[in-house]
């Protein structure tokens, strides 16, 4: 009987911007990646909503199956790449009947792994083959394999990222060119960076899955997206922008955990980072994740967090893995190792606080106290302009205090007759 | 018969700095790397010239081996940690024999690797054990797995890198404290950032062993240490990232390889590097790597690159990676397939020249007609100062011109008599 030669089969689901990639660069790399891997790599199926065009990928040679679910079920494929999203229905039903059915499964799907990531990964140790997301969270940075493997030995305090393009690129148009919220959007959607619903970058959820993935491998947690504290960008104004700049800070929308002695706090938000932060630097669509760990100190990753071809290399990279028969676990430590996430207090940060007030005498008499009945220190206030008719900014910044007490006093002040406006309530970060 | 539990036994042969950190770490973590390993990893020897202090480790129940070699002969070893250093020598000939005696082995020698990994990753496919070297090339930044495995699939076109923290240290004091070459060294000794004899450093050859490591895994060739041009830092003056600073640059060491025409360039050397970089802000004794691919794009990484617990930390993911049962090539792709390098020629650069000149007429003149004849152009020329007494600056900006041409055309300047020393010559990268 003629064995085989050895290769490897893999079939992909979905086949948008990161599909038509992957199958490119598997087509077009198929010798170094042959080479390197041990094996060739071979599609041997596709499925998706449309057939994409010649032009985005060569089709060529593979079979098309037109239910997802059909893909679990092929006898010749090793692994199934997952590219459709969403947190639930077609995605973890293949999920599920892929690694039941003994395949590995590689995922671009943030939304699938923060919140179903250790069943499937339960479900992957039973059945003996791989979960991979290296794709998940952003895109062509390998923070993934950094923190599973590059640092698996150490023990992690705290992982922070630049983890939205779309955010990132509307901070950067608003600071650079003055543009309002609503016109930085308006052009990032014009551009393709944004959705024409916006609202799982902007507000937040998108930042949150991939921080929930982040905090599993760092601490060897179940991924908990539920106690992310959450805080989006549509508050944020030039104005904003522009005082951060004056304390010599940058803005960021930052997802954060960090270890804190009762436990594990997770927070995504704007925040001010210093000037010389390496990432502050980090600009446009950029993404970037800083990981603190005790051996090897602190060390900044910064890449394309998004876009076809930076996504589909982490697939590639993972598909590799598997070729060469690596056998981690999806959470570095093996799934019945991972603890329930034990939520932390939120740690006391330093504040920056902007207020539009009515410029009359004993405004600031009343913020003073609302801010001294909660226990909060001013650093710095400093009032700009002067107005009889229109509100004029007031920029606070704190000493540490409580995240609390903050937003308590903020909800205080919002109420002043004299304070216009919802205050700017944003945290500063040492980073 | 009674079955001993699976684990990963390791014998280090040096405890200096990193050796020490490695035994902290592999002891204090324990439990951690077990879980996340898949099996304990258990010191079973040691051997170093001198028995660390117990505060600097415990090497209590592990066997004191007086002889490298013998760690190489030992049955119940599966892992030998090479950390005493040397390019040839007793590193070479434990590295020899450990591979030969079908044991992995975890190096942190970049000298040794540099000159002798093709040589070596032979040996260890012959043997079918595993070559390691993550802690040989910037500490703790995960950048062997980043190119080995996490861009295994790309083809990359450029790595540049600071890659010597001590260089990286003198050039930010220099330009901080505006301190000349000579105070910045000597306060670079007193901190330990740099060697009694500093020359391994600020010449440039210890960049040039890394780069040769990069250059390898990134170009899927053999490493060629010969073929790398180096030059080091002596010659940089305060005023030069004074100049460069005026002109919106910053000066760093560079280990750069790319992919050209005709082959891969590997250049060592100071250059100008655009403010806005990222590689930029990277000061102090932090390092950081450059690269970009194909389908990835551009990613940086930064962290230490040196520091016995970053190291060690590098040494320990080694380890995990072989108890995982990791089984990649050396060099990413099988060494019968790395191909020998062929040397690019140097890519046409923009150029930065200081020139101390007497101030005659006809200066500009002379260092004109140098440059026509040399088929090179101006971008910008500034004098600054004036004074017949002594020499002032010139500083000399050019559009991209051949790096040949350019040190030619250094050369006859510094022949001039109104030149009064060598022109401190160094190419702007845009990166």
Redesign the interface.
């Known amino acids: 009987m003629k064995r085989e030669p050895k290769m490897l089969s893999v079939a992909i689901a979905g086949l948008g911007t990161v599909g038509a990639?992957l199958v490119r660069?598997?087509r077009q790399?198929a010798d170094?990646?042959a080479?390197?891997?041990?094996q060739p790599i071979v599609i041997k199926a596709v499925c998706a909503l449309a057939k994409p065009s010649r032009r985005q990928c060569d089709l060529s040679g593979i079979r098309w199956i037109a239910d997802p679910r059909g893909l679990a079920a092929l006898a010749d494929v090793d692994v199934v790449v997952e590219l459709m999203g969403g947190a639930d229905g077609a995605a973890l039903q293949l999920a599920r009947s892929a690694l039941a059915n003994g395949k590995h499964l590689v995922t671009a799907n943030k939304a699938l792994i923060a919140k179903h990531g250790y069943e499937l990964a339960k479900l992957a140790e039973k059945n003996g083959v791989q979960l991979s997301f290296?794709a998940a969270v952003a895109g062509?940075?390998?923070v993934v394999?950094?923190l599973r493997?590059?640092?698996?030995?150490?023990?992690i305090d705290k992982v922070s990222g630049i983890l939205n393009g779309t955010c990132n690129y509307i901070l950067t148009r608003m600071r650079e060119e003055k543009l309002s919220f609503a016109a930085a959007l308006a052009d990032a959607q014009k551009q393709g960076y944004a959705e024409a619903d916006p609202a799982a970058d902007i507000d937040g959820p998108d930042t949150a899955n991939k921080l929930a993935i982040l905090t599993a491998l760092a601490f060897?947690v179940k991924p908990d997206l539920s106690s992310v504290r959450v805080e989006g960008i549509r508050r944020i104004t030039p104005l904003d922008l522009r005082f951060a700049e004056e304390l010599g800070y940058r803005v960021k929308l930052l997802g954060t955990a960090r270890q804190t002695p009762q436990g594990i706090e997770q927070t995504v938000g704007p925040s001010l980072i210093p000037e010389?932060s390496?990432l502050a630097?980090?600009s446009g669509t950029l993404n970037c994740i800083f990981i603190n760990?005790?051996?090897?100190?602190?060390?900044?990753?910064?890449?394309?967090g998004a876009?076809g071809?930076?996504t589909?290399?982490?697939v590639?990279?993972d598909?590799?893995?598997i070729a060469?028969?690596?056998?981690?676990?999806a959470f570095?430590?093996?799934a019945s190792?991972l603890r329930p996430l034990k939520a932390g207090k939120t740690q006391p940060m330093r504040y920056y606080m902007r207020l539009q007030v009515q410029d009359r005498p004993g405004v600031v008499a009343d913020i003073g106290k609302i801010m001294r009945d909660e226990s909060l220190s001013f650093e710095s206030l400093i009032q700009r302009g002067r107005s009889q008719m229109k509100s004029v900014p007031v920029i606070v910044t704190t000493h540490a205090g409580d995240a609390d007490a903050m937003k308590r006093a903020a909800k205080k002040i919002a109420k002043l007759s004299t304070v216009t406006e919802f205050p700017c309530l944003m945290p500063m970060e040492d980073i």
């Open positions: 990639a660069q598997l790399h170094l990646i080479s390197r891997a041990g290296e062509g940075i390998p394999k950094t493997e590059g640092f698996a030995g150490d023990k060897g010389l390496p630097g980090v760990g005790r051996f090897v100190g602190p060390i900044t990753l910064v890449g394309r876009g071809e930076p589909a290399n982490a590639t990279a598909i590799m893995d060469r028969g690596e056998r981690g676990f570095s430590s093996p190792r």
